[in-house]
């Protein structure tokens, strides 16, 4: 399988490719236009940007780099406690807040980094998962801080101030923070990609041996990537906390990790846009199907299934492959 | 499965306006809705699948037979009532995206609902950034009526508080002053044990020991040990859930049962049912119980939910969501509006009518914290219970008597200007 990233497309392909990103972007600039109309809301929207961020975060390392984190909701849920924590005891600013949620989950990312990264397959997923869940205890049990099972509430979005003047976060303002920050994130993810950097990450997945054969630190990609993609999942953390306006444990279990799996298998794992196709699918269908069943969790899960046996690469891999051919 | 996701007035019917026009004239055989007529919505946070689904599904009945009721007497200023019921899964990140769904999507008037504690101060909180009122059904912890209340928000179930306070007296002048605690070892465990602790002391009573089992302990063999030796008069196990299964059925094993008396604070109908046979024992409180001889139209209302419900009997939760819902109408009428400001003004001090309140004395919002006092009722789960009769009341403890002062509980209400 070719990732979007190696090949070298030609001119005709590349056009295509310009005018579908040009689309989508109009698309989500246009959201608080047409979403209410199809019987959305602009805060669905929102939250599946957010995700959107987590899971392109996790695909660095999942997709790309060939490392299977099922902890990445450990970061997510740094990230919303750094700024909970932030506009409670710092400040009321909404840029620092998301700033601390970022750096918070980033450096915790660092530092989990090499001691994952000596591990391979599943055992690089087990560490994953119990450092996950040791933030997940931590949370729990530091009461006085975290406002232990019963979350941490109490915060809220403080307005945006720029240049003196004070800008309101009502839900559409909101969106579009968010949407700059994804913007931010696709374009430093796409950057990555392109460079050396994000090659190397590719041939660590490819043939980890015969990259050491040639003397690259395949250890240390793997770390870079890691720690790189724990500060994206943190910035989706983050704005995930000033959009529900509270923090709690379960933004740190391992169910959301396993969420965050699902949403880069469903969309493709190998793909650039793939991760934020699956937030989409994820999102809408967690929203709508668990309004009408409460079983919508089997359907989740049947939609996952069916995605892994027919469409391996994820359906964005599917679409461009049937494209392609 | 498909939800039954409405009371009588069925969501993606009313929609249709004609449609909603023939499936109201069907059920609401007393009052029959102008076909223009918008309904007031009330929104209904529960959770339907997780750990608290059994409890979340027993409140959206009580609030799906209290819209009936409110329908048949003319709705809420002449308007028909709809309930919309999403699932919160018993966690809080997804009870507020389901919020932000009722209120930017189906616009909903007032919001309701929630099982535990959790998903309780996070709806407030968000409430009270809509300007929207909110009727905490069933969410416990102190702080949500205490030092985090909230102009919006009012609670319809007891506290933390009231749940150690309730039986308190009952134990420790029945069965004696010596107790043991096995304490579930996080927040909300922590709480029960300090309370019943502080009146413990505060009565000339001992605390023997506390053995701290984490959550989802299976093998509680070590801590009733410990409890043995220390001979108390009263065991105290503040577990819940599956832990609670396994410390009462082991403590049946270690025949502790017939050497102490095994207590705890608040029970539930609900769990004493998925209870084994076995461990069905011990003395504990109740928030609201089926069986209250005397009362006026309990049996009414046992005999409509057993009709409606497949012989099952109400339970506390059944009853809450049946009194926040008439709560809001009732309030909403009596306001002659919508507005959150004014209703709330209207349920300070609102005094439950006897067929919504369904037990003896008066029932009201407290005006100065917003909650609920109403009864709480001790007792014990008889010798080979069976359902339903899972449960004997000794007393009926007015709240009143027991409750902390708003001043003690430490809630100070600010009001929008």
């Known amino acids: 399988m070719s990732a979007s990233i190696e090949t070298k497309p030609a001119a005709a392909q590349g056009s295509a490719r310009m005018l579908v990103a040009a689309g989508i972007w109009v698309l989500l600039l246009l959201v608080p236009l047409w979403l209410p109309a199809l019987g959305g809301y602009t805060d669905l929207a929102t939250r599946a940007l957010i995700y959107a961020i987590a899971a392109s975060g996790l695909n660095l390392v999942l997709g790309y780099t060939g490392g299977l984190s099922f902890g990445h909701a450990a970061y997510f849920g740094l990230g919303a406690y750094g700024a909970g924590l932030c506009l409670i005891y710092i400040a009321p600013s909404l840029p620092l807040a998301i700033l601390a949620g970022t750096v918070l989950g980033g450096i915790a990312g660092i530092l989990v980094g090499p001691m994952a990264m000596k591990r391979k397959g599943i055992y690089f997923a087990m560490i994953t998962i119990a450092f996950g869940q040791m933030f997940y205890f931590i949370a729990v049990r530091w009461n006085a801080l975290t406002g232990g099972e019963d979350g941490l509430t109490g915060f809220s979005r403080v307005p945006l101030h720029l240049g003196g003047h004070a800008i309101h976060m009502g839900p559409v303002r909101f969106y579009y923070l968010v949407l700059a920050l994804f913007a931010v994130v696709m374009l430093v993810l796409w950057q990555i990609l392109r460079s050396p950097l994000g090659h190397s990450f590719v041939a660590v997945r490819e043939n980890t041996t015969r990259l050491r054969f040639l003397g690259v630190a395949v250890d240390k990609q793997i770390w870079v990537a890691f720690a790189i993609s724990t500060f994206i999942t943190a910035l989706a953390g983050a704005l995930n906390a000033l959009l529900t306006g509270f923090a709690s444990p379960d933004n740190l279990g391992w169910q959301l990790s396993g969420s965050f799996v699902v949403i880069c298998v469903l969309g493709g794992m190998r793909s650039y846009w793939g991760p934020f196709l699956g937030a989409i699918i994820f999102i809408v269908a967690q929203d709508y199907l668990s309004s009408v069943t409460q079983n919508w969790m089997s359907f989740i899960g049947l939609i996952f299934v069916l995605a892994v046996l027919f469409f391996p690469q994820g359906l964005l891999g599917f679409i461009k492959g049937r494209a392609r051919s | ?417």
């Open chain 2, 1 to 417: 499965m498909v939800f039954k996701n409405t009371a009588s007035l069925n969501r993606r019917g009313l929609l249709k306006a004609g449609a909603a026009a023939s499936a109201s004239s069907l059920i609401l055989p007393e009052v029959s809705w102008a076909q223009s007529e918008s309904p007031v919505k009330i929104g209904n946070i529960d959770p339907r699948t997780g750990t608290y689904a059994a409890l979340g599904e027993n409140q959206i009945r009580g609030a799906t037979m209290a819209v009936d009721e409110i329908n048949k007497k003319g709705g809420i200023l002449g308007r028909p009532v709809q309930l919309l019921v999403e699932d919160s899964q018993g966690l809080p990140g997804p009870a507020v995206s389901k919020a932000q769904k009722m209120v930017s999507q189906d616009k909903v008037d007032f919001l309701m609902g929630s099982v535990n504690s959790a998903v309780s101060a996070s709806l407030a909180q968000f409430s009270s950034q809509h300007n929207l009122l909110y009727i905490d059904t069933g969410g416990h912890a102190d702080p949500i009526t205490g030092k985090n209340c909230t102009w919006n928000t009012f609670r319809t179930c007891s506290t933390t508080w009231l749940e150690t306070a309730a039986d308190f007296d009952l134990l420790y002048q029945k069965f004696g002053k010596k107790w043991f605690f096995i304490t579930p070892d996080y927040a909300f465990g922590h709480s029960l044990h300090d309370d019943y602790v502080a009146q413990l002391t505060k009565a000339g009573g001992v605390s023997l020991g506390n053995a701290l089992a984490p959550l989802g302990t299976t093998d509680f063999s070590s801590y009733l040990i410990q409890a043995r030796a220390a001979k108390p008069d009263v065991l105290i196990c503040l577990q819940a859930g599956d832990d609670l299964v396994n410390v009462l059925k082991q403590a049946v094993q270690f025949g502790m049962n017939t050497q102490m008396t095994i207590a705890g604070a608040q029970q539930e109908l609900e769990v004493l049912e998925a209870l084994p046979p076995a461990a069905r024992l011990g003395w504990w409180t109740f928030e609201w119980y089926w069986n209250q001889p005397g009362v006026p139209h309990l049996e009414e209302f046992v005999a409509a939910h057993k009709a409606k419900y497949n012989g099952k009997v109400p339970t506390a939760r059944t009853w809450f969501g049946y009194a926040s819902a008439h709560a809001i109408a009732l309030a909403a009428n009596q306001a002659k509006s919508l507005d959150a400001l004014k209703v709330v003004r209207a349920l300070e001090g609102l005094v439950l009518p006897p067929e919504v309140a369904l037990q003896p004395g008066k029932c009201y919002y407290r005006a100065e914290d917003h909650q609920m006092i109403a009864n709480m009722f001790p007792g014990n789960v008889p010798n080979g219970a069976t359902y339903p009769n899972l449960f004997n009341v000794a007393q009926t403890v007015p709240s009143g008597t027991i409750a902390k002062s708003p001043a003690e509980a430490g809630c100070k209400l600010v009001y929008p200007s």
